[in-house]
């Protein structure tokens, strides 16, 4: 069935299958090279997670967002398989590189003409946040849209250019951003304060700490 799926799907999928009847809950078979993991790789944290906090109770989740540790966007479902008595013995997972067609929709939106003429300092569009990170995904968002390419896919350049969009919105007075920019662009917290004090000595402001 793994096999199946990823011959279906092509390079951008990868299936594990996580034995959780082991010790070590490590990866017992995988196909695709999307997270280039091998069998007896380590169970990821999402899947351990839930089985530590729902045990044999815990459910199964469809088509979430993970982020790899380059900054890759990946669209993931966890299935739990169990024995006859209702035991979780094993984890199906999906993962699918979505970075590419991220990319085209980008692509596609400057070429069709829908940010033309747009000033996105004045008329970018708010979105309702009800949490921190909700308000950290949303100035990020904002941000991508105007580099006009997915964090995986942008020179150091262009990433350097994202930062000093968020610094202009404002983003690193939420404390705790900078980690959270840092795992979604694929580098280290030392990278970004690197990235914030280039643009804070070349606007003649100084660099400041961050919260």
């Known amino acids: ?106 692509l596609l939106e400057a070429f069709s003409g829908r940010n033309i003429n747009i000033d996105h300092s004045t008329e970018t569009a708010e979105k309702m946040s009800f949490s921190i990170d909700n308000t950290v995904d949303s100035l990020f968002e904002q941000a991508v849209l105007e580099i006009g390419k997915r964090p995986a896919s942008m020179a150091t350049d262009e990433k350097i250019r994202l930062v000093k969009v968020l610094e202009q919105k404002g983003a690193f007075q939420i404390r705790g951003v900078v980690n959270q920019i840092a795992l979604r662009l694929g580098v280290s917290n030392y990278t970004i304060y690197n990235y914030l004090k280039k643009i804070r000595a070349a606007n003649g402001t100084g660099f400041r700490d961050v919260i």
Do not use: W
Request: glycine content about 6%; some cysteine; proline content about 2%.
């Open 1 to 106: 069935m793994a096999d199946l799926v990823t011959k279906m799907f092509g390079d951008n999928c990868e299936v594990v299958i996580h034995d959780l009847t082991s010790k070590d809950k490590g990866v017992l078979y995988i196909t695709g090279n999307v997270t280039n993991r091998e069998p007896g790789s380590p169970v990821t944290n999402a899947v351990l997670s839930s089985l530590i906090k729902y045990g044999n109770d815990a459910m199964d989740r469809h088509c979430f967002k993970t982020i790899t540790d380059d900054g890759r966007e990946l669209k993931s479902s966890t299935c739990y398989i169990r024995d006859s008595s209702g035991e979780v013995i094993a984890a199906y997972c999906i993962n699918f590189n979505t970075t590419d067609y991220m990319n085209a929709i980008q």
